[in-house]
């Protein structure tokens, strides 16, 4: 079956680490996308990508990183100069870039700095 | 830029009523998108229903409905027939046409159904 999977589930940071959320689709789409979610802040978009090796920054990319070498795949860095990386994080693609296009969504990872 | 309101940060329904969740939004384009998404405790997002801004009719899927107001700027949310399942948090999110823009979302409501 045709999904996205995002790896790990759980991660634990050390203070000053770089640490890689992966997000890895087989749905043949071209956006990707990751947002943060914070307890009554809903979703706040990190970075997003519509095409390989193009990526635009969202509202929240400072101390973060990403790549998009290959349609499948759209990793996540986040730096030591994120200063409060503990959150969910959240990997979507979507097929196309109309506006009745949704999202399917990856399952999360939550990242915890210990 | 767009903007979605979610006002109610918690909502109490008894099991089988109905219960509405309010959803405004606020752009300058004529063509947009409205989305409701679904997030469980396990924290997967569920698409639940979309509504076009130039659909004349409400959109419906099974339960689930959505109000449209458009000169309001309001897509609420109707949950009929409300479920113990249906408890979870529930996000309205907004896609303009124009400039190929990322999905926006609101803060969300969390939804509890008593029984």
């Known amino acids: 079956d045709g999904g996205i999977t995002q790896s790990p589930k759980y991660l634990f940071r050390k203070e000053g680490q770089n640490v890689t959320l992966s997000c890895e689709q087989n749905l043949n789409h071209d956006a990707m996308y990751w947002y943060r979610q914070d307890p009554g802040q809903g979703l706040r978009l990190i970075y997003y990508?519509?095409?390989?090796?193009?990526?635009q920054k969202g509202d929240i990319a400072e101390g973060y990183s990403v790549s998009r070498e290959k349609k499948e795949s759209f990793p996540l860095t986040v730096t030591s100069a994120q200063k409060n990386p503990t959150a969910f994080y959240l990997c979507?693609?979507?097929?196309?870039?109309?506006?009745?296009?949704?999202?399917?969504f990856g399952s999360g990872t939550r990242l915890t700095v210990v | 830029a767009q903007k979605i309101t979610q006002t109610q940060p918690g909502m109490f329904v008894q099991e089988k009523e109905a219960v509405t969740l309010d959803c405004t939004y606020d752009?300058?384009?004529?063509?947009?998108?409205l989305f409701w998404y679904k997030q469980p405790s396990s924290g997967e997002m569920i698409f639940l229903i979309y509504q076009g801004s130039y659909d004349e009719q409400n959109a419906t899927e099974g339960r689930y409905s959505l109000n449209f107001q458009k000169a309001r700027k309001s897509a609420n949310l109707v949950i009929s027939a409300s479920q113990l399942g249906d408890s979870a948090m529930y996000f309205c999110a907004m896609r303009e046409a124009s400039g190929n823009t990322p999905l926006v979302f609101g803060k969300g409501t969390r939804l509890s159904v008593i029984a």
């Open positions: 979507a693609s979507s097929i196309r870039r109309d506006r009745g296009d949704g999202y399917t």
């Open positions: 752009t300058s384009d004529q063509s947009y998108g």
């Open positions: 990508s519509q095409i390989v090796n193009d990526f």
